[in-house]
């Protein structure tokens, strides 16, 4: 079946480092990739998505490119700040015929940016 | 109010007792969803409303009982809950549930349960 795997966290690092996470999926047909981000207390909010292979999601400085020969959709930001610091799932579209329009999330990665 | 809300933000409740979980959405969206959400555990969904009907359920126990009663509201009624299903509950919502494309969904802030 459809399956998401993203990197374990928590990922800490200082202000203005370079962040990747990564993020593989198995998947039949061809989805679309998401990445969205859970700020403390709060619900998630779609970060960005790439609808077809070698599209580029990008927003708020962060960028995740389709690559379908790898199957993955890394998330990258080249400079952190500490207001980024939440948990980030990769997400893919449920292709199957019985259950398009569901999203099937990663476990989430929780990243913390230190001052 | 915009966008997805969601009452309480936190219950807690004993096993014996009966609750129930509102969701409301401000987008004029038809398609509404109940999620759950537990440490270390991916996004899991239970259930899916399409224009009212229900299309999903993800092999739910039937301790949680969905409701909804029109395009804009969601409920998920509890009864003789677990322990282990302490979790936050995230209802969200997207422009519909059609086959074929992806509609964006829209998370409320969820309710986080604590069953003693």
């Known amino acids: 079946g459809n399956s998401v795997t993203q990197m374990e966290g928590p990922v800490t690092l200082s202000e203005e480092a370079f962040l990747t996470i990564n993020c593989t999926y198995t998947a039949t047909g061809y989805p679309s990739l998401f990445w969205y981000v859970q700020y403390p207390g709060e619900g998630l909010q779609l970060l960005l998505k790439a609808t077809k292979a070698d599209d580029k999601g990008s927003n708020k400085g962060f960028e995740a490119t389709y690559r379908k020969e790898t199957t993955s959709f890394h998330l990258e930001k080249g400079s952190v700040q500490v207001s980024d610091s939440a948990v980030y799932f990769c997400a893919l579209s449920d292709q199957s015929s019985r259950s398009q329009g569901n999203l099937i999330f990663g476990k989430g990665t929780k990243l913390s940016v230190k001052p | 109010e915009t966008g997805v809300t969601q009452t309480p933000r936190h219950l807690v409740m004993g096993m014996t007792n009966k609750k129930s979980l509102k969701c409301e959405q401000h987008?004029?969206?038809?398609?509404m969803y109940w999620y759950k959400q537990s440490a270390k555990k991916p996004l899991e969904l239970m259930f899916v409303?399409?224009?009212?009907?229900?299309?999903e359920n993800n092999s739910v126990p039937s301790r949680f009982s969905p409701e909804c009663p029109n395009s804009s509201h969601l409920f998920l009624h509890l009864h003789t809950l677990q322990p282990e299903d302490s979790a936050l509950y995230l209802c969200a919502s997207s422009q519909d549930f059609s086959g074929g494309s992806y509609n964006e969904q829209f998370f409320g802030p969820g309710t986080r349960l604590t069953v003693l």
């Open positions: 409303y399409n224009f009212k009907e229900q299309t």
């Open positions: 987008l004029g969206h038809n398609a």
